[in-house]
């Protein structure tokens, strides 16, 4: 079935890197999204990567993609504490884009 | 431009009670996709309407309905609630059905009591 997998917690220092992670078990995925949710806010198209690409870069943001392993990463560099937040993977799945999400994981940066 | 925009934004209902909920699509986007987020989860897929028609329903009971309208707005209707059906109801809009662009609104906060 379709399944997307995070770990559900990272904290980093204020200025260092973030690297948060994710499988996907659906094979026919033509994109993959990140997405961020702030508390008590809905959710913040960041990025998304064609399955047919390895890697995308956008200003702070790269997105890494392992189509053998179906596995997909999110760097952010120079964190910054207002990048604390739920960042969410997702795949999409049918004819019709479902996104299919993870449990999110929760970005937590301190000085 | 205005984005996604959902009302109400809070509710609060009694078990076995109806609710509706709206939902305006980006200005030009066609496409709009309903998602069930219950607290420390990720959003689940229950609805994509496309020019009106229902193009896609996931694994939501037959209490949960939706429709859309001729100027692409949507709305969301629940019967029966249960104390579960307690989440954050989200809104996303796309250009079209297949379009891999999908942005959301900020989403109503549903609470059954």
């Known amino acids: 079935g379709e399944d997307v997998e995070q770990s559900l917690f990272l904290s980093v220092r204020e200025g260092d890197s973030s690297v948060i992670n994710c499988t996907y078990t659906?094979?026919?995925?033509?994109?993959l999204y990140w997405y961020k949710q702030e508390p008590g806010a809905g959710l913040q198209l960041l990025t998304y990567i064609f399955s047919n690409m390895d890697m995308k870069q956008d200003q702070r943001l790269t997105v890494l993609l392992n189509k053998k392993d179906k596995h997909l990463s999110l760097r952010i560099a120079d964190t910054q504490t207002g990048d604390s937040a739920i960042y969410f993977c997702a795949s999409v799945s049918g004819g019709y884009n479902k996104l299919i999400f993870g449990a999110g994981t929760r970005l937590a940066v301190h000085p | 431009d205005a984005g996604v925009t959902q009302s109400p934004t809070h509710l609060i209902k009694t078990r076995g009670q109806h609710v509706t909920l709206r939902c305006s699509p980006i200005?030009?986007?066609?496409?709009v996709s309903w998602y069930q987020q219950v607290l420390g989860q990720g959003p689940q897929f229950i609805f994509q309407y496309y020019e009106k028609e229902e193009r896609g329903r996931g694994n939501f009971p037959d209490r949960f309905s939706a429709r859309q309208f001729p100027n692409y707005s949507s709305e969301l209707n629940v019967n029966a609630l249960l104390l579960g059906d307690s989440a954050l109801y989200l809104c996303?809009?796309?250009?079209?059905?297949?379009?891999?662009?999908?942005?959301f609104g900020p989403g109503t906060r549903l609470t059954v009591t």
């Open positions: 200005s030009g986007h066609k496409s």
């Open positions: 659906d094979s026919s995925s033509t994109y």
């Open positions: 996303a809009s796309s250009s079209r059905t297949d379009s891999y662009e999908q942005y």
